[in-house]
């Protein structure tokens, strides 16, 4: 979105996100998303439906919260379940949580495959996106997968997980992936 961009390296991990401000319009919500320690870290394409729920169980769990905003109630509800908590999400999402004691990365996707998340397993880690374009970053020398090439010929779009570019990978819809180390 075009309300604000940042960059975040916190452990091993490089973070950006494009802000487009639907919830909580204050830069104190802009992302990526720290918890009060620094250790965990939030970068999130959506919205959480049921987060005043979610709020009101981190409330009786003694959570402080410094927004209004869906991001702060997914960050710390994420901190309290884990991956575990991704089957109370109500919503169209697509995140990364990143854990910077353990080194842990989590990618998720909402149960409908509404928003998008790209990935790629490299020999120097994993590269993420919600789009095509920033795998050129990673890597200006992309090639086209012919298989994904002749799917979309034949069946006018590409099914997951599959993508045009070669070794980038859609993750299916309802799905989560998490890299440790």
Known sequence: GPDATKQLTLGNAVLGH??????????????????????????????????????NLL????????????????????????????????????????????DELLLARDHMGIKPVLFEITANGVNFASELRPFFY???QREIDHEALTDYFRFTYIPAPKTILRNVNKLLPGHYLKVKG
């Open 138 to 140: 990673f890597n200006d």
């Open 18 to 55: 494009n802000r487009l401000a639907i919830i909580d319009l204050n830069e104190r919500s802009n992302q990526p998303f720290l918890d009060p320690s620094g250790r965990y870290a939030l970068i999130f394409n959506g919205e959480i439906y049921n987060y005043p729920d979610l709020k």
């Open 59 to 102: 409330l009786a769990e003694g959570v402080v919260f410094q927004t209004s905003s869906d991001t702060e109630v997914l960050l710390h509800y994420l901190i309290w379940k884990g991956e575990e908590g991704i089957v109370d999400l109500n919503g169209c999402f697509a995140f990364a949580f990143y854990d910077s004691f353990e």
